[in-house]
């Protein structure tokens, strides 16, 4: 029997799987597969499940993972430091599920473990950051500045009360303490020095719950990042600056927008940033690369 692993977080969104798992797992079982089912208890429970996926005695078929996109990333990494190519399945139960929204991923928890089980593999993009010394995987963004730290600094009880509001109000309680940042960003032969207010790489379609922020002609297995940097502006300006950005204006001077497959970023002083919604350290010189196709996830057959 078809062997699959089933990694999901108890308290992620406002713990909808606890309402979802039997009938989630009676799906698995009906389409021929033996369930692991594997709750997380913590930070990196669900890379170390997802790293320990194969052995001679215990491989598995499949691995399904539902949670947010901070649970989700954790898998993906996870399954790529195992070295192994098992196809990957996403129920999302997250707040924002950008992840879900960008690759055509049912919310409704039964529906997707359906798409799970009758959807198709197809590969796709992730990013790198190279450290110094190290380096780590990123599953769909890469973001620095303002904003960036809302996901990790609203707590998990805000967000299962509020959802997407709790983000929001976090966000406007920081207005007041936006600050530019000094940066060199360099990509393609291109080096520009200014002040920002925000920066990032994304290989996505949504990002913070905004569809369509990285513009309309994106692909998600090109090996190519969409980047989107915010120039700081006189307060005066500020609410032009934010109409701007929802409005996706990329011809704006406040925006400076490129496609690329890697880019460095150079920083006065250590630079905050984020990876998927999650921290990601401090760091003055950043290197990201786009690596083309490193990972497997059932999608629809409808998906282009």
Known sequence: MKKLLFIYNPTAGRGLIKQHLFDIIDIFSAHGY?????????????FNAA????DEKNAVDLVVCSGGDGTLGEVIKGLISSGTDIPLGYIPAGTMNDFAASHLI????????????????????????????????????????????VSYETSQ????????????????????SIKPLRLTVTH??????????????ANATSVGGLKGITGDDVSLSD????????????PSQIAVLISTVINHDFS??????????????ESETPLPFTLDGERGGEHDVLEIKCVKEAISVIVSELED
């Open 106 to 149: 049912p919310l409704n928890m039964t529906e997707a473990a359906e798409m799970c089980m009758t959807g198709s593999p197809k590969r796709y993009d992730i990013g790198r950051i190279d450290l110094a010394n190290s380096y780590e995987y990123f599953t769909y963004v890469a973001a620095f500045g303002a904003f960036t730290n």
């Open 188 to 201: 393609d032969g291109e080096a520009l020095t200014d002040d920002f207010y925000f920066g990032m790489a």
């Open 157 to 176: 009880q805000m967000k299962n009360i509020f959802g997407a509001l709790a983000y929001m109000m976090k966000g406007v309680s920081s207005l007041g």
């Open 223 to 234: 090996g190519i990042f969409e980047c989107i940097f915010v120039r700081a502006v006189p």
């Open 252 to 265: 704006s001077p406040y925006i400076y927008s490129f496609k690329t497959e890697s880019l460095k970023i």
């Open 34 to 46: 033996d369930v692991i089912a594997h709750p997380t208890q913590g930070s990196l429970d669900a």
């Open 51 to 54: 790293e320990a996926v194969y």
